[in-house]
């Protein structure tokens, strides 16, 4: 008994009674004590999940320089997309790992079970992502081209008001798709009916005359955490670049080596926030399904049966 507290305290989740609905709060901390409880791991794999981009910029830059034309910018944009591609599986490893350390905190999880379980659907969460975000681009284009035609004359009220609005669509799709990657992990579902269930978990309210507390809320709540990263990243950025330049980094000339340093803020923002992020968002997926299907309610009449199928991370989910 005694082995067992101690265990629990050093993990900072209980076996089961964890395991319920949260607060927004609660939500947050959770994911850090998840974090926390399983560091080597998440730290091995939020290395994986952003080395592909800082190698892609660091062999890029060494090759071809800065890419500061729309030449190289293009073939740059090439180097990324492929980097984009080798993230996804470190990316869906993380998912998983948050998903079973959350649900089986005091159970050994190994990462060579978990990445053949996420290889299963793999292939689904990169079409996802990738249909998502053209989709996104494509309104995003639309909207630019309206403003740049007759909506976007100086002093255009009209196109001031078709601006917020698509911007605010565009925002909303953004939040509404973001639990798309835990679905097409665990439920297998390919990207219209992931797009469907992702939306259909995060429109739920999840206390009755509580207006704030809605998924999409708590979701806001979770991204400000790499938002504070990424602000706080281009500070050190910009301020190394005005240092060894006298220029902003955004509008000034970028030299070889205040583009790399920009690579590597990025390099550690990617493993240790963004990763973090992932981690949350998984935990928002589960907490929507304890609301709207009572898994928790599942997951300990596993536990309690001693079911073989709880030991899978895929298994009741």
């Known amino acids: 008994m005694a082995g067992d507290q101690q265990h629990q305290h050093a993990e900072g989740l209980s076996a089961i009674c964890h395991v319920r609905p949260s607060t927004p709060m609660e939500l947050m901390d959770r994911a850090f004590l998840v974090v926390r409880a399983r560091f080597p791991q998440f730290l091995l794999l939020g290395f994986l999940f952003a080395l592909p981009e800082f190698a892609a910029t660091v062999l890029f830059t060494y090759i071809h320089g800065v890419p500061d034309d729309s030449e190289l910018a293009q073939q740059f944009l090439g180097w990324l997309s492929a980097a984009f591609l080798l993230q996804q599986l470190p990316n869906a490893v993380v998912i998983l790992l948050a998903i079973q350390a959350f649900m089986f905190p005091r159970r050994p999880i190994r990462l060579v079970p978990l990445t053949r379980a996420a290889l299963i659907n793999l292939p ?14 494509l309104l995003a284009n639309i909207l630019l081209g309206a403003l740049g035609g007759e909506l976007g004359s100086p002093g255009s009220l009209l196109g001031l008001f078709v601006a917020s609005w698509v911007g605010a669509a565009l925002a909303y799709l953004f939040l509404m798709w973001m ?20 939306v259909e978990l995060m429109k739920q309210r999840f206390r009755a005359g509580w207006p704030g507390d809605l998924p999409v809320v708590r979701l806001l709540g979770i991204l400000l955490v790499p938002g504070i990263g990424i602000l706080l990243g281009q500070l050190v950025v910009q301020g190394t670049s005005y240092a060894l330049t006298g ?27 963004e990763c973090w992020m992932y981690v949350a968002v998984a935990l928002l997926y589960l907490e929507c399904r304890m609301r709207r299907e009572g898994l928790d309610l599942q997951v300990r009449l596993l536990q309690r049966q001693g079911s073989a199928a709880g030991d899978n991370v895929l298994a009741g989910l």
């Open 124 to 137: 689904l969460l990169i079409l996802t992502r990738i249909l998502a975000f053209i989709i996104l681009f």
């Open 247 to 273: 220029t902003n980094a955004f509008f000034g000339p970028t030299t070889p080596t205040v583009f790399l340093i920009s690579a590597g803020v990025n390099f550690i923002t990617k493993m240790s926030v």
């Open 179 to 198: 639990l798309m990657p835990p679905v097409a992990l665990i439920e297998s579902r390919g990207f219209f009916r992931g797009l469907g269930r992702s």
